[in-house]
């Protein structure tokens, strides 16, 4: 069966071989009623097997790092913590006593409700951590019931695309990396450990592949293209050269980008622009060194929260996060952007609500002055973290004066409060702010008179300035980074911030766009944040312009009364569909 297959490319590059479906294995788990007298016995048998987990994982974390580093290796730390994590361990042992129940039936019970908690996250990462629970439960359950049956992956021998309805990190710790050259999965998105796994060992891959498994035998023909996001099965003759053509282009241009990574991203007229790296994980900083980033320009900290939930990080695990992060960039700096979540359901107990429109609600810098506990936590442990590093704070969200000042307020108050605890504090923590909101755009010179540095957040700045749903089907072709009231919007930022003598850079997709760097390096920015794996193309992009030819291409962008007008501009002739915004055919 010759069919194409549309999914979200997690890890870039392109695959081709034989499919290898795993076949997931359910474990049966019946109820049986205890007598009184059998309760702890029953509770003991529990927490034994609770035991033998913890020692199975942590010999496989060991495995892990000697195998694939200790980045991949701190997964199962996380599955450790669940171990420990009251609502799984004791919450079981609660439900065996108050149901008189056996140990599988009560862990069954507590892990689906769980489960099901999951499953209603809003929030794509947090959503993805469910699989770490079951992956969790189903090595407690194999204890339990003695039923140890699990994919092998060391076993193959033979080149093979691996298929499945999802990879735990059980599955992929024992991977034969010498021979598994793509990943297809049903389920997962972009920051899954599939995706981290395959990121890391730069597998190509593809997951959120719903119904893959029942269109793919094992040894069917796969062509994996991990970039656009699609899986061809069977493909023709035709189609198997034109992929080992894009694999070999593919291969020469990750090639040729390792080759940059020392040249300077300057333009042809000398201009120079910094290129960091947006992260979601601390295990990408690795992949940012690689390909040349000179720092961190946006690290999302949301990562840590998620990782932490159902608990929140304590100020241990903020410190330790930023400040191993930022000896791996030293001497380049790292950004952390405080906590920018809140409407997922993750904060739905701290709201005390659920929320019609979290996207304009209470999230972000709102959320983190609303419950100060909370922000000032993160703020002690950056605090902390940046004695003698390079290690700078951003705040989320912010859209006006007087929130910056409370958010500041807060800050100088955990800054007094580790002084008199007698804990080092920086002479200097450089601060600055997401503009992402058009109010904030709007009073940037204002804001600019308060903080050392702005960060334009294109992808909520578009979607606020043009009332524009990106996740709306029906409107998404009207989201238009070249449209000119963004342009003009994003001049007004960059020269507020120039005429306050600060610095400005962009970190949203936008600059990882190389079609865009003659526009960005018109409107006179000169640091970009951009993703990893986008860094040699937009270095290529740089070193092709000219700088004074690009603010003579703005000046022309910045007077056209359209986008479609901007898209004939830009490229010279009639727009096409990408660049002129145009609505998809019916």
Same mark, same amino acid.
């Given at each position: 069966?010759?069919?194409?297959?549309?999914?979200?490319?997690?890890?870039?590059?392109?695959?081709?071989?034989?499919?290898?479906?795993?076949?997931?294995?359910?474990?049966?788990?019946?109820?049986?009623?205890?007598?009184?007298?059998?309760?702890?016995?029953?509770?003991?048998?529990?927490?034994?097997?609770?035991?033998?987990?913890?020692?199975?994982?942590?010999?496989?974390?060991?495995?892990?790092?000697?195998?694939?580093?200790?980045?991949?290796?701190?997964?199962?730390?996380?599955?450790?913590?669940?171990?420990?994590?009251?609502?799984?361990?004791?919450?079981?042992?609660?439900?065996?006593?108050?149901?008189?129940?056996?140990?599988?039936?009560?862990?069954?019970?507590?892990?689906?409700?769980?489960?099901?908690?999951?499953? &209603?996250? @809003?929030? %794509?990462?947090?959503?993805?951590?469910? =699989?770490? /629970? +079951?992956? *969790?439960?189903?090595?407690?359950?194999?204890?339990?019931?003695?039923?140890?049956?699990?994919?092998?992956?060391?076993?193959?021998?033979?080149?093979?695309?691996?298929?499945?309805?999802?990879?735990?990190?059980?599955?992929?710790?024992?991977?034969?990396?010498?021979?598994?050259?793509?990943?297809?999965?049903?389920?997962?998105?972009?920051?899954?450990?599939?995706?981290?796994?395959?990121? &890391?060992? @730069?597998? %190509?891959?593809?997951?959120?592949?719903? =119904?893959? /498994? +029942?269109? *793919?035998?094992?040894?069917?023909?796969?062509?994996?293209?991990?970039?656009?996001?699609?899986?061809?099965?069977?493909?023709?003759?035709?189609?198997?050269?034109?992929?080992?053509?894009?694999?070999?282009?593919?291969?020469?241009?990750?090639?040729?980008?390792?080759?940059?990574?020392?040249?300077?991203?300057?333009?042809?007229?000398?201009?120079?622009?910094?290129?960091?790296?947006?992260?979601?994980?601390?295990?990408?900083?690795?992949?940012?060194?690689?390909?040349?980033?000179?720092?961190?320009?946006?690290?999302?900290?949301?990562?840590?929260?998620?990782?932490?939930?159902?608990?929140?990080?304590?100020?241990?695990?903020?410190?330790?996060?930023?400040?191993?992060?930022?000896?791996?960039?030293?001497?380049?700096?790292?950004?952390?952007?405080?906590?920018?979540?809140?409407?997922?359901?993750?904060?739905?107990?701290?709201?005390?609500?659920?929320?019609?429109?979290?996207?304009?609600?209470?999230?972000?810098?709102?959320?983190?002055?609303?419950?100060?506990?909370?922000?000032?936590?993160?703020?002690?442990?950056?605090?902390?973290?940046?004695?003698?590093?390079?290690?700078?704070?951003?705040?989320?969200?912010?859209?006006?004066?007087?929130?910056?000042?409370?958010?500041?307020?807060?800050?100088?108050?955990?800054?007094?409060?580790?002084?008199?605890?007698?804990?080092?504090?920086?002479?200097?923590?450089?601060?600055?702010?997401?503009?992402?909101?058009?109010?904030?755009?709007?009073?940037?010179?204002?804001?600019?008179?308060?903080?050392?540095?702005?960060?334009?957040?294109?992808?909520?700045?578009?979607?606020?300035?043009?009332?524009?749903?990106?996740?709306?089907?029906?409107?998404?072709?009207?989201?238009?980074?070249?449209?000119?009231?963004?342009?003009?919007?994003?001049?007004?930022?960059?020269?507020?911030?120039?005429?306050?003598?600060?610095?400005?850079?962009?970190?949203?997709?936008?600059?990882?766009?190389?079609?865009?760097?003659?526009?960005?390096?018109?409107?006179?920015?000169?640091?970009?944040?951009?993703?990893?794996?986008?860094?040699?193309?937009?270095?290529?992009?740089?070193?092709?312009?000219?700088?004074?030819?690009?603010?003579?291409?703005?000046?022309?962008?910045?007077?056209?009364?359209?986008?479609?007008?901007?898209?004939?501009?830009?490229?010279?002739?009639?727009?096409?569909?990408?660049?002129?915004?145009?609505?998809?055919?019916?």
């Amino acid at each position: 069966m010759n069919a194409r297959f549309m999914g979200i490319g997690a890890s870039p590059g392109i695959a081709m071989g034989p499919a290898l479906v795993l076949e997931s294995h359910q474990l049966m788990v019946n109820r049986r009623t205890l007598k009184p007298d059998r309760i702890d016995a029953e509770v003991k048998r529990f927490q034994h097997a609770i035991t033998e987990a913890r020692q199975e994982l942590e010999a496989l974390r060991v495995r892990v790092e000697e195998k694939m580093g200790e980045k991949l290796s701190h997964i199962f730390d996380a599955h450790i913590l669940i171990l420990d994590d009251g609502s799984f361990a004791a919450g079981t042992e609660d439900h065996i006593r108050r149901e008189k129940v056996n140990a599988e039936w009560g862990l069954r019970s507590v892990v689906k409700d769980l489960l099901a908690q999951f499953a &209603a996250i @809003e929030d %794509p990462y947090l959503n993805e951590r469910g =699989g770490d /629970l +079951e992956d *969790v439960y189903r090595r407690v359950l194999g204890h339990l019931t003695g039923d140890r049956s699990h994919p092998d992956l060391s076993r193959i021998r033979e080149d093979a695309i691996i298929v499945a309805h999802t990879l735990t990190p059980s599955d992929t710790a024992a991977l034969n990396t010498q021979r598994v050259v793509g990943f297809v999965t049903e389920m997962g998105g972009r920051t899954s450990h599939t995706a981290i796994i395959a990121n &890391a060992l @730069e597998i %190509p891959a593809v997951v959120g592949l719903h =119904g893959i /498994l +029942e269109q *793919v035998e094992t040894g069917d023909f796969l062509v994996v293209d991990g970039e656009r996001g699609t899986v061809l099965v069977s493909p023709n003759t035709g189609e198997q050269e034109t992929a080992t053509r894009a694999r070999t282009a593919w291969r020469q241009r990750a090639q040729d980008g390792l080759k940059t990574r020392d040249l300077p991203a300057v333009t042809t007229d000398g201009q120079a622009v910094i290129l960091r790296s947006n992260i979601e994980l601390p295990e990408e900083v690795e992949t940012s060194l690689r390909y040349g980033a000179t720092g961190i320009g946006l690290y999302r900290s949301e990562f840590l929260f998620l990782k932490c939930s159902p608990n929140l990080p304590s100020e241990e695990d903020h410190y330790k996060v930023y400040a191993e992060m930022a000896d791996r960039v030293a001497p380049h700096p790292c950004i952390v952007r405080t906590l920018d979540l809140g409407g997922e359901k993750y904060f739905h107990e701290v709201l005390d609500r659920e929320e019609a429109n979290p996207v304009m609600g209470m999230r972000a810098i709102r959320l983190c002055l609303r419950r100060p506990d909370i922000f000032r936590t993160q703020l002690r442990g950056i605090l902390r973290a940046a004695v003698g590093r390079s290690i700078q704070l951003m705040f989320p969200l912010i859209s006006g004066v007087g929130e910056l000042i409370r958010a500041l307020d807060v800050l100088n108050e955990a800054r007094d409060d580790l002084r008199r605890e007698g804990h080092a504090v920086p002479e200097k923590l450089p601060i600055g702010i997401m503009i992402e909101v058009p109010s904030a755009a709007m009073v940037a010179d204002l804001l600019a008179a308060r903080v050392d540095f702005f960060s334009i957040g294109t992808n909520d700045l578009i979607q606020y300035l043009l009332a524009i749903d990106r996740g709306n089907e029906s409107v998404a072709y009207l989201y238009e980074p070249h449209h000119p009231a963004v342009l003009r919007m994003l001049q007004r930022v960059i020269d507020a911030a120039k005429d306050a003598g600060i610095s400005v850079s962009l970190c949203g997709e936008m600059a990882s766009d190389p079609r865009y760097v003659p526009v960005l390096t018109g409107l006179g920015l000169r640091e970009l944040s951009v993703n990893p794996v986008t860094i040699p193309a937009v270095k290529d992009a740089i070193r092709a312009t000219h700088a004074g030819e690009a603010r003579t291409l703005t000046h022309r962008l910045l007077a056209a009364s359209s986008a479609d007008e901007v898209g004939r501009i830009l490229g010279g002739g009639p727009a096409d569909d990408e660049l002129a915004g145009n609505p998809p055919e019916a």
